[in-house]
Structures are given as C-alpha cells and as structure tokens.
C-alpha cells in the first residue's frame, strides 16, 4: 500500500505530503527531507535580521555539527532590517472591496491610521515610466503586468523590475504609495512579498503587492474609466542596524592544500510562509550531498557548505562570505535556491583546460535526465560575490521552475509543497558532480 502511495505522489504533484506523511517511522526518509521538514517545523518563518532567523543559526549549527560536518561555526554580520507591521488594503470607490495585500521589504509605512487617496492605473511598468513627472502627487500607483511561468524562470528578472524598480520610480513622480500585482505566476488569493529599494536621494514610500484575483480586479474597474480610490495600511518599516550571520562548515577533503569546492544556499526566508522551497530545500540538498559524496572514500578536495543569512533583504551574507574569506583559495562554486523540483539542464563556467572535467560531468547526469546547455553559469547570489572575487568555476544545476513563481515569497511556501522524489533527485545530481569535481587533483579554473 505505501508504495502505491508513493508512486501517486509522484505522478499527483500536490499529494507530495500525505505519501511521505503515511510512511512507517525511518521510511523513504533522508537526511535532505530531515533537514528541510525540521527546519521549516522547529523554525519556521526566518526574516532577515530577527529572532527566527538567529534561532536557524542555532538550529543549523547544532544540525550540522550532529551530521558530521567539522569546523561549524556563525559569522555575524549585521544588515540594515526591516519589520513587517500590520498590513490592509480596501478599495473605497467606485466599488467597496477588500484587497489581499503584503508589503514589500524596505518599504516604509503609511501615516498613522492610513492613507485614503486615487489610485492610478498603470498596466507595465514602461507604462508608468511614461508618466509625466509630478503628475502622481497625492495619488497611488497601481502597476499592473503580465508574468507568465516558464520552466527556467527567465520571467523573473524582468517582471520582477515591477517590485525593485517600481516603488522607486512612483516615489519620483510624486506618488504617495504605490501597489503593484504581485510578481508571481499563481492564481491564487496570495499576495507575493519581496525586496524593494530607493537609490539615495529617492524619498521612500509605502509599498505593497495584491494576490493576483486582486490586481485582475482593479484591472478590470480602471478599465471602465471610473475613478479608483484606495484605503491603504501598511505598518513594515525599516529599522537596524539588525544582527544576522552565515553558518558555514566543512567536510575535510585527503589533501588540504586543494582549494576546496564551496556549495551555498541561504537560510533566512520571508515572513508569510515558513521558507520550504525558498530556501531550506537548497539548504537540505546541498548538505545532504556533500555528506553522500563521502560515501565510498573520503574525497581529495574538502567540501564546505555555505548556509547564508540575509539573502532576501539584499544578498548580505554572500557580501560578507567574500570579505570573510577572500583571501582564501577557492576551486568551484555552486548554489541551490530555485525549490526542490527536478534538475533538467546543467551550465558550467569553465576555463578551456577544464573541458573535459566537464564533459565527465555531462556525461554522468544524462542518465538522470539532466541535458547540457552552452550558456555561462553564474551561481547565485549567496556565491556570486566569492566567484566574482577569485573568478571561480562555476556549475549550475538548474531545477524546472514551472510552479516555483507560484509559491515563492507568498503564505504558500510551505513543506507540503515538496515532492520527496524531486527532493531526491536533486540530491542524486550533485551527489554525482560533488564526487567528481571533489576528487579532481588537477587545477579547477573559471573562465578568463
């Protein structure tokens, strides 16, 4: 009977749970599900900077230390932080509606008790850059757009710009507040939080994203050419400078004189969900294979593990990973923080004498499925500051990202999420490049 349940967990995406839920004590369990079901359970929600995310610290470092790992320790740092506060939204006119609405990070508050003012609609973001200067004064912006999924994720970068870039450039026009759709690709009456910034001299603004249902509402009243008025709390507002820190830990390779190859993911999450597939999967999958890639011996290389802090507020604990450790050589670098659904296409950045390193590397993927692509890794953003320091290798193992936008930064970022085979899969695939890169004795170089 469990097995059948397994198999209708694989083929039944959104059944991932129950499966795994009904296993006997110790069945199809792993030390990647352990990590990733107690983190989110035992933890929870890890903003940057607050107390949840000091106790994942704590948590991971005990964790990591009861694993094996040597050499487990935190590297403080400090951020500058931002708390969320209470947060409601209603259109008032034309018609009384309720709205789902989060803030967005580094967002400042609205006046005591609110703000009522006209909201203006705007359907991309080029569309409110259109805008003549000053003609928002008193008003709210509402930029609306059109982000659909995609199996790479490559929507991301360019919808996303609605969150980062938008605030800001409403604040510039004289905008009061501003709302946007959030950046994400469900249907669902989940609203998307996410970081925001304004460049100095770019006076801050109360900042908030609506569920998708909700911005298809205020899509379709704008449409009729009535005026739009929002009632408009949000509470979040920036404070700090706040504590955070990375833990980092080592699994010693036979030959200490080898730069050793470093797997990062980050371990704080935003607020609304407890952070299951952004990103204590990543956590989870990189910790479990490096541990598994000792299996058999003892590689030549030394495997560290990066479990960063403060990624989602502005990368800082790759920032700080860099200045920590810049003077010390690194061979490889790789990042998991797109989920936990299956790795389908493997990139690399590499220096013309490790070609075929790479192609061994290729070569023992294709059976799980994994394809090659031409196009330069890159990272991420808990590495990228260490690649760019010491111009590392790179190899990205990239996870299929149809759902991902669905889930990420909303109340929906949940465990349940998680389909154990995927999980699995992840780690089946670098467990398989960990061995490899870990036991090469030659030089490992990036691109000149």
């Given at each position: 009977?469990?097995k059948?349940?397994?198999?209708?967990?694989?083929a039944?995406p959104?059944a991932?749970?129950s499966?795994?839920?009904?296993?006997?004590?110790?069945?199809g369990?792993?030390?990647a599900?352990d990590?990733?079901?107690?983190?989110t359970?035992?933890?929870?929600?890890r903003?940057a900077?607050s107390?949840?995310?000091a106790a994942?610290?704590?948590?991971?470092v005990?964790?990591?230390k009861?694993?094996?790992?040597?050499?487990?320790?935190?590297?403080?740092f400090?951020?500058?932080?931002?708390i969320?506060g209470?947060?409601?939204?209603?259109?008032?006119?034309?018609?009384?509606?309720?709205l789902?609405?989060?803030?967005?990070?580094?967002?400042v508050?609205?006046?005591a008790?609110?703000?009522?003012a006209?909201?203006?609609?705007f359907?991309?973001?080029?569309?409110?850059?259109a805008?003549?200067?000053?003609?928002?004064?008193?008003?709210?912006?509402?930029?609306?757009?059109?982000?659909?999924?995609?199996?790479?994720?490559s929507?991301y970068?360019?919808?996303?710009?609605?969150?980062?870039?938008?605030?800001?450039?409403?604040?510039?026009?004289g905008?009061?507040a501003?709302?946007?759709?959030?950046v994400?690709?469900?249907s669902n009456?989940?609203p998307?939080?996410?970081v925001?910034?304004?460049p100095e001299?770019v006076?801050?603004?109360p900042?908030?994203?609506?569920?998708a249902?909700?911005?298809?509402?205020?899509?379709?009243?704008?449409?009729?050419?009535?005026?739009?008025r929002?009632?408009?709390?949000?509470?979040g507002?920036?404070?700090g400078?706040?504590?955070?820190?990375n833990?980092?830990a080592?699994l010693p390779?036979?030959d200490?004189k080898?730069?050793?190859?470093?797997?990062g993911?980050?371990?704080?999450?935003?607020?609304?969900?407890?952070?299951?597939?952004?990103d204590?999967?990543?956590c989870?999958?990189?910790?479990?294979?490096?541990?598994r890639?000792q299996q058999?011996?003892k590689?030549?290389?030394?495997?560290?593990v990066?479990?960063?802090g403060s990624?989602e507020?502005?990368?800082?604990?790759?920032?700080?990973y860099?200045?920590?450790?810049?003077a010390?050589?690194?061979a490889l670098?790789?990042?998991?923080?797109?989920?936990a659904?299956?790795?389908?296409?493997?990139?690399f950045?590499?220096?013309n004498?490790?070609?075929?390193?790479a192609?061994?590397?290729?070569?023992?993927?294709?059976?799980?499925?994994?394809?090659?692509?031409?196009?330069r890794?890159?990272?991420?953003?808990?590495?990228?500051?260490?690649i760019t320091?010491?111009?590392l290798?790179?190899i990205?193992l990239?996870?299929?990202?149809?759902?991902?936008?669905?889930?990420h930064?909303t109340?929906?970022d949940?465990l349940d999420?998680?389909?154990?085979?995927?999980?699995?899969?992840?780690?089946?695939a670098?467990?398989?490049?960990?061995k490899?890169?870990?036991?090469?004795?030659?030089?490992?170089?990036g691109?000149?």
């Open positions: 009977m469990l059948t349940l397994a198999r209708v967990a694989v039944a959104f991932f749970l499966a795994h839920a009904l296993a006997a004590p110790g069945e369990r792993d030390v599900w990590i990733l079901a107690d983190l359970t035992e933890v929870g929600p903003l900077g107390e949840r995310e994942a610290r704590d948590w991971a005990a964790r990591l009861a694993l094996g790992f040597a050499n487990v320790r935190s590297e403080p400090t951020i500058p932080g931002w969320r209470a947060e409601t939204a209603q259109l008032t006119a034309p018609y009384p509606q309720p789902h609405i989060t803030a967005l990070g580094n967002s508050a609205t006046p008790g609110g703000l009522t006209e909201l203006v609609y359907a991309s973001l080029d569309a409110l850059k805008a003549p200067d000053a003609s928002l004064k008193g008003k709210v912006a509402f930029v609306d757009h059109a982000m659909r999924a995609n199996q790479d994720g929507g970068g360019p919808f996303g710009q609605v969150r980062r870039a938008g605030p800001a450039l409403a604040s510039r026009k905008a009061v501003i709302v946007i759709r959030s994400g690709t469900d009456r989940d998307h939080t996410g925001t910034g304004f001299g006076a801050p603004i900042a908030g994203a609506v569920s249902p909700d911005a298809a509402l205020i899509a379709r009243i704008a449409a009729t050419g009535k005026p739009v929002i009632a408009l709390v949000l509470e507002h920036p404070v400078p706040l504590p955070s820190g833990v980092v080592d390779g036979r200490p080898l730069p050793p190859i470093l797997v993911c980050h371990l704080d999450s935003w607020d609304l969900g407890t952070g299951a597939i952004d204590a999967a990543g989870a999958i990189v910790a479990a294979a490096a541990l890639a058999g011996g590689p030549l290389r030394t495997i560290r990066l479990w960063a990624e507020n502005g990368g800082f604990g790759g920032v700080a860099a200045k920590a450790h810049g010390e050589p690194h670098a790789m990042e998991s923080d797109f989920g659904d299956r790795v389908w296409r493997l990139k950045a590499f220096a004498g490790n070609q075929p390193l192609d061994r590397i290729a070569a023992a993927l294709l059976p799980l499925g994994i394809v090659r692509n031409d196009e890794a890159n990272g991420g953003t808990d590495v990228a500051p260490i320091a010491q111009k290798a790179v990205d990239e996870q299929d990202g149809t759902r991902y936008f669905d889930l930064h109340p929906d949940t999420k998680v389909d154990p085979a995927q999980l699995e899969q992840n780690v089946a670098w467990t398989a490049v960990l490899i890169v870990a036991d090469e004795a030659g030089p490992i170089s691109p000149n």
